[in-house]
């Protein structure tokens, strides 16, 4: 079974502050996903990736396969990026797929 | 505007009684899922659906029910077995073929008093 791990737990910025929310994961996945959650609940996907990285807007995501890590990164942070940011891993074994979810970094930007 | 709609936003029963979370897509999709979600832990899956008229149960199925009588509609039933229902409840949905792309709903949060 697929371990997720998240760090921070909570984390509180200044506006425009670079910001960094760290994911680990214990065995080989097919994809890794970021996704925010916003305080009313609704869930995003902000990104799905399997390697390298990729960049939208001021977010930014790494993946390392052979460290089992991946991070989010987010440029000139600002109010509106408070959210918790979830990372889940995807694995597929025996014909069955798996999404190992982590517990959420809860980011606070304060202006 | 495709997408999911959850409905209520907010709902509250007593102990003992069964309740109804109500899950609609329009996206055309053939796979729709339920997680669970309670503070400081991961989603986790309760049931998931491949096709109408066939589901699985997920790592937390007990004192769940589902049915899956129209592609778009994937209700969930929280019946008194579920030793501790209230939390927030969020149906996802996908193409089977794509299972790594799931769009999520906006979330219905129980709280059984």
């Known amino acids: 079974k697929n371990e997720v791990e998240q760090s921070p737990q909570n984390l509180t910025a200044q506006e425009g502050e670079f910001i960094t929310i760290n994911c680990s994961y214990s065995v080989g996945i097919s994809a890794l996903h970021w996704l925010q959650q916003h305080p009313g609940g609704g869930i995003v996907s902000l990104f799905m990736?399997?390697?390298?990285?990729k960049k939208h807007g001021r977010l930014i995501a790494t993946i390392n396969i052979q460290e089992k890590h991946s991070s989010l990164h987010i440029t000139a942070s600002h109010p509106r990026d408070s959210a918790v940011y979830i990372c889940a891993a995807s694995t597929w074994g025996a014909g069955s797929y798996q999404l190992t979810f982590g517990k959420g970094t809860k980011l606070s930007v304060i202006p | 505007d495709g997408g999911i709609t959850q409905s209520p936003k907010y709902l509250f029963r007593k102990e003992g009684q069964n309740v109804t979370l109500s899950c609609e897509q329009n996206l055309n999709h053939d796979a729709m899922y339920w997680y669970r979600q309670d503070p400081g832990q991961g989603l986790r899956l309760i049931y998931y659906s491949q096709i109408v008229n066939d589901f699985q149960k997920g790592d937390i199925a007990e004192g769940y029910s589902v049915s899956r009588e129209k592609k778009e509609s994937f209700p969930l039933t929280v019946t008194s077995a579920q030793k501790n229902p209230t939390a927030f409840y969020l149906c996802a949905s996908s193409f089977w073929q794509k299972v790594d792309t799931q769009y999520f709903g906006p979330g219905t949060r129980l709280t059984v008093l």
């Open positions: 990736l399997s390697s390298g990285k």
